[in-house]
């Protein structure tokens, strides 16, 4: 297993679409976190899976955005009627449960929206 | 809220010297982990380095450690011996310890942009 992985890297999309981003976290790990990153910003905490299921929303996770965990495994995220304001890089982390839990990031999708 | 400035927003140190980064938070918990995050141009952040509140010794790892004060709710990073392939954003970063039942996601800085000199 070499990492986190996200796909797509880039995606461009026009105001109004809607797009699902993807990611399959390290094999034993068994928490999922989603983060977005805007310019010049740190990453801000979305949301997180332990196994299946959804433990914690981030209030910057409006109705729009959706994500799923379906089988404890890779997870997607969901953002409906996107805007311009939803530009940004999207992180994807995984960890195993532990005192420490340290998280391992993926490479990011970036979300361009016209 | 938990919140993490980061106050420089871009630093520049001469290769095989030493920086300092600055990081400071807000919170009430008295149980809580601090980490810094490097994030090197276009490739996925790793962890560098992190620290548990209750310890008193400041962590080290090789040639990065912390000097983390805390009443003062400060964690600085000490980059020694500075290298090339240490350029990069470096994000600090906060979360409440497990046995708190507080919230699992990391609150980040806004980052400071390590520039090495040749």
């Known amino acids: 297993d070499t990492g986190v992985s996200q796909d797509p890297r880039h995606k461009i999309t026009k105001r109004g679409q809607n797009v699902t981003f993807r990611c399959d976290p390290i094999s034993e790990h068994n928490r999922l976190y989603w983060y977005r990153q805007t310019l010049g910003q740190g990453p801000e905490f979305l949301t997180y899976f332990q196994n299946e299921a959804q433990l914690e929303k981030s209030r910057l996770l409006s109705d729009r955005f959706s994500a799923e965990r379906p089988k404890g495994s890779f997870s997607t995220l969901e953002i409906q009627r996107t805007e311009q304001g939803d530009s940004a890089m999207y992180l994807c982390a995984s960890s195993f449960a532990t005192v420490y839990n340290e998280q391992f990031f993926g490479p990011g999708t970036r979300l361009t929206v016209l | 809220a938990q919140t993490v400035t980061q106050s420089q927003p871009e630093m520049s140190v001469q290769e095989a010297e030493t920086v300092t980064l600055s990081c400071t938070y807000d919170?009430?918990?008295?149980?809580?982990?601090l980490f810094w995050y490097k994030q090197p141009p276009s490739r996925q952040m790793i962890l560098v380095i992190r620290?548990?509140?209750?310890k008193q010794q400041n962590a080290t790892e090789n040639r990065f450690s912390v000097n983390f004060q805390k009443a003062a709710k400060s964690f600085s990073l000490k980059i020694s011996d500075s290298q090339l392939g240490d350029a990069a954003m470096y994000f600090c970063?906060?979360?409440?310890?497990?046995w708190g039942g507080g919230a699992d996601g990391l609150t980040f800085g806004k980052g400071t942009h390590l520039i090495i000199q040749p």
């Open positions: 620290q548990e509140a209750y």
């Open positions: 970063a906060y979360r409440l310890s497990p």
């Open positions: 919170t009430s918990e008295s149980d809580y982990y």
